[in-house]
């Protein structure tokens, strides 16, 4: 492209940049991840839509430092090459002036991005670059940017982001707040926490188009998906079926393709940030990575596409919400979560670091019933006892107590109360 073509671009992307108030946008805990001052380059990864470049926009609008920004996401640049890359830079002066920080958004659609990047941080600019993929950005980065690189993981709203963006009293001990959060988080269990979702009316047409761009753009175009039909049919499928064991040779039979097809592509599915995985918890390597789930990085993908039931199976809505919250936090000290299952009790999520157990986990919308009850506390004490763990807990919609039993301590904990931690 040459600098005329993209001179009208780059204007018309800072004057969207430079135009949007944040000032109402709520606070995210990976804005402090950003660090300004690193001559690393800050890698922002997560699943498309959940607020990467409105996150970055918003940190540099904050600190009032002297910044540029280019969004490859946007189909005038579709075409771009490594060889456009410099263009773009004389562009991005030419339109911003002398600027010491550049924010360079979904830059993983240009081939050999990383080789510029590597550049612009010998000549000790300050980089902030968002990505949608994890393996492409994950390979770039440990081939050219080895030891150059600050990578943090976005995810839609948390429970805790979702509150504050809807402006929800979280300290009220009134009847009525109570009363309020619970049914916050009963939206939240069905809606999820796509940022752009509180705003929306039609959220079918949002996630089915969300849905759309991940296996059409971030998946099929990027990888040459030789069977793009059966790359959402079976994404539909694993979404359907989230939080049960995954067999790719049923999931093969069914979709007419071969075992290592349908292996491919839930790796494309896990690196475009639209599924995660959870392991069984085993010492054994080869029973990990045969024994595997899939969970949906969003609540809204269960409820807010055709032929779905938003209300259906709000137990597992919960435990999905539950485990990518896990996800997350375990990920902030890297630690791992895994599940358990055998003949004689399952446990839901298991938290462990470096092989030791550091947690067991049970998630039940509603334990009043006394075969539920029994069956989650015995769970959690044969577990404990495996695991030599005496951390245990229990997550409900709205139940609390503490139980004792064989010299164990088990808390029942609101998810409320656990989310909002």
Known sequence: MTKQELLPIVAEQREEFLSEDFSTLCQRVEEKQIDFNSKLAQVVIGVRRSGKSTLCRKVLWESGVNAAYINFDDERLENVKTSDLNTILEALYVIYGNFQYLLLDEVQNVDGWPLFVNRLLRQNMHLIVTGSNAKLLSNELTTHLTGRHHKISLYPFSFTEYVQAKHIDTKSLTTRGK??????????????????????SNKQDYIMGLLDAIIKRDITK???????EVLMRLATYLIDNFAQEYNATSIAELLGVSDHTIETYCKYLQEAFLL?????????????????????????????????FSSENIGWRLENVVYVELHH?????????FYYRDRTFEVDFIVAKSGVVEELYQVCYDMSADKTRKREINSLIQGAKKFHCNNLTIITFAEQEEVKQDDLMIKIVPAVEWLLM
């Open 276 to 308: 995660l995985s959870v392991h069984k918890f085993s010492y054994k390597s080869r029973e990990r990575i045969r024994n595997e789930k899939f969970y949906v990085v969003d609540n809204a993908f269960l409820s807010n596409r055709q032929n779905t």
């Open 222 to 228: 990027r990888f040459n998906v030789r069977y793009p």
């Open 179 to 200: 009363a309020e959060l619970l049914r916050t988080l009963n939206d939240y269990l069905l809606e999820g926490g796509f940022p752009e979702l509180l705003s929306e």
């Open 329 to 337: 936090r375990a990920g902030l000290r890297y630690a791992d979560v």
